[in-house]
T-cell receptor, first 112, second 115 residues
Framework: SQKIEQNSEALNIQEGKTATLTCNYT??????LQWYRQDPGRGPVFLLL?????KEKRKERLKVTFDTTLKQSLFHITASQPADSATYLC???????????FGKGTSLLVTP | DGGITQSPKYLFRKEGQNVTLSCEQN?????MYWYRQDPGQGLRLIYY???????QKGDIAEGYSVSREKKESFPLTVTSAQKNPTAFYLC??????????????FGPGTRLTVL
């Protein structure tokens, strides 16, 4: 069955460092992958989308890579700030009506 | 402001009761979705609708029902048949139903607790 795995343990890093979050998938051949940010008690917010023919995508301090051979996406936040503390979800195209299949998310805590 | 609204923010239900969660969007989006999120879990798809008067079951539709009588509205009813309804419910919409790459816009969520 299709499976999406994200780091289950929270990631704690110091302000100014680069945070790297991992999303691995199995039994999937996604045409694209999306990353969302979710703050406690709120709905996810779209951050970036990367397509299968793209190796890397950047948006301000964010960078996403997509390796379809390794079946993995890496999400980087450079020069991290305490305001970046949140849960980050990766999502792949699902089988139904272009709904998304989400990973469980990785919690990021950036300390001053 | 354009966006998705969900109400209520918190909802308490007694066992055996049906409750309806509201989801409204003024983004003129075609597709709408309902997800359920449990602590430490990813979002799971309950129902989705790609066009008015049409909707499809997602991965965990048992015990839930929906309607899509208007483009902007997609209410979710949690019936008494849903054995474990306590969860955080998220509604989302997408601009074009046939464009896989479109991002999804999420509402603020409704937290349902069964007493």
């Amino acid at each position: 069955s299709q499976k999406i795995e994200q780091n289950s343990e929270a990631l704690n890093i110091q302000e100014g460092k680069t945070a790297t979050l991992t999303c691995n998938y199995t039994n999937y051949s996604p045409a694209y992958l999306q990353w969302y940010r979710q703050d406690p008690g709120r709905g996810p917010v779209f951050l970036l989308l990367i397509r299968e023919n793209e190796k890397e995508k950047r948006k301000e301090r964010l960078k996403v890579t997509f390796d379809t051979t390794l079946k993995q996406s890496l999400f980087h936040i450079t020069a991290s700030q305490p305001a970046d503390s949140a849960t980050y979800l990766c999502a792949l195209g699902g089988n139904s009506g272009y709904a998304l299949n989400f990973g469980k998310g990785t919690s990021l805590l950036v300390t001053p | 402001d354009g966006g998705i609204t969900q109400s209520p923010k918190y909802l308490f239900r007694k066992e055996g009761q049906n409750v309806t969660l509201s989801c409204e969007q003024n983004l003129n989006h075609d597709a709408m979705y309902w997800y359920r999120q449990d602590p430490g879990q990813g979002l799971r798809l309950i129902y989705y609708s790609q066009i008015v008067n049409d909707f499809q079951k997602g991965d965990i539709a048992e015990g839930y029902s929906v309607s899509r009588e208007k483009k902007e509205s997609f209410p979710l009813t949690v019936t008494s048949a849903q054995k474990n309804p306590t969860a955080f419910y998220l509604c989302a919409s997408k601009k074009k139903r046939d464009r896989a790459y479109n991002e999804q816009f999420f509402g603020p969520g409704t937290r349902l607790t069964v007493l």
